[in-house]
């Protein structure tokens, strides 16, 4: 058990789920989650309070607006990895972003790296220890997303960290308290190019690990999703999806890349 009263981790915006065995049994049956061991919080159990191996969610989540499945992708665990943060810290849209993103490169036979990720994406804070992540402006390939899901922070459960629920278990040094520093970290080191002529114009050199070696063609896998017609969310159907999680659960690009420096220094 870990206790739910942790220093610096008192947001205000946090109530007691609402989520029962019922709702979460329906939801895994959904979101091929058939044998995932989860867990429903008590009344003095949070987010960042989950018990040991084991990781929050929400249900939202999984849900029409989001359409995650199970097991978790190897791009959710790895991009929250990188930045340091829980995965209940990063808001609906966030997740609704990475599932587009992984099926559009699916079906151009491109991996959706977390490096191609972050070159393609921002991280932006929402306040009170919440983040989303956005398209950069010149590379947006998804629109009509759908407006705020209300009460989504209400139903939240806690899922085993196993390969029945993660393509990548997250490990025992896997961050499970929300960051709060998470804002100070938010760039990395890019390259800024131009999707339509394969040009690179500069390099922004910011806060980031630069002697870690990517191996995976992640600037032209980035290059090739970039120069995709826009395509809208209410198109990502869940046949869509199923067609391409083969190609989504492949392993061909690196997991374990370090979290980004966080401090003042370039």
Not at 56 to 70: A, G
């Amino acid at each position: 058990m870990r206790s739910p009263t942790v220093e610096g981790q008192s947001w205000d915006n946090v109530e007691e789920t609402r989520s029962t065995p019922s709702s979460v049994k329906i939801l895994l049956r959904e979101c091929r989650g058939v044998g995932v061991t989860f867990l429903i919080p008590t009344k003095a159990q949070i987010p960042w309070s989950p018990l040991m191996g084991f990781q929050c969610v929400y249900e939202s989540y999984f849900q029409d607006e989001r359409k995650l499945w199970f097991p978790l992708p190897r791009l959710i665990a790895s991009f929250a990895r990188r930045r340091d943060a829980a995965i209940s810290q990063f808001l609906n849209g966030s997740l609704r972003l990475a599932v587009a993103m992984m099926v559009m490169a699916a079906e151009i036979d491109v991996s959706m790296s977390v490096r191609a990720f972050e070159e393609l994406t921002y991280l932006k804070s929402m306040g009170e220890g919440l983040f989303s992540i956005y398209m950069r402006l010149n590379y947006n390939v998804i629109a009509g997303h759908p407006n705020k899901t209300p009460h989504w922070q209400r139903f939240y459960l806690y899922v085993k960290s196993d390969e029945i629920a993660f393509e990548d278990p997250p490990g025992d040094a896997f961050r499970f308290l929300w960051n709060a520093e998470l804002g100070r970290a938010l760039l990395i080191t890019r390259y800024c190019f131009s999707p339509r002529s394969y040009q690179f114009s500069s390099f922004v050199a910011v806060d980031h690990p630069d002697t870690t070696v990517y191996p995976e063609e992640f600037i032209a896998n980035a290059c090739a999703v970039a120069l995709l017609v826009q395509e809208s969310w209410e198109n990502i159907t869940l046949e869509r999806i199923r067609r391409v999680i083969d190609k989504i659960s492949r392993r061909d690009w690196r997991s374990d890349l370090l979290s980004l420096v966080v401090g003042n220094k370039r």
